[in-house]
Nanobody, 113 residues
């Protein structure tokens, strides 16, 4: 069983930056593709970015060029660096271990002046 704990959310002004972290328990992290998803109020949860065990990345169109996903297998942690944040990036951000269909509890990101 994989347990995931997100951190790093908060309130930031438009144009600002945040770095989200997702720490995984267990020994399976290095074998799993990891993903970041977000869900805005009244909307479906959507994929923001994913990274395979080999480091290949994939991004949603709305965040390309602004967000960067990375992972540190030695620390069992996946990161989401978010730059040039916009109000429409406001959502709860969730970490997922894709290979094991495990979700974190989510962390709120609010972009507002």
């Amino acid at each position: 069983q994989v347990q995931l704990v997100e951190s790093g959310g908060g309130l930031v002004q438009p144009g600002g930056s945040l770095r989200l972290s997702c720490a995984a328990s267990g020994s399976v992290f290095s074998r799993s593709t990891m993903g970041w998803y977000r869900q805005a109020p009244g909307k479906q949860r959507i994929l923001v970015a994913s990274i395979t065990r080999y480091g290949s990345t994939n991004y949603g169109d709305s965040v390309k060029g602004r967000f960067t996903i990375s992972r540190d297998n030695a620390k069992n942690t996946v990161y989401l660096e978010m730059n040039s944040l916009k109000p429409e990036d406001t959502a709860v951000y969730y970490c997922r271990a894709e290979t094991f269909d495990a979700w974190g509890q989510g962390t709120q990101v609010t972009v507002s002046s």
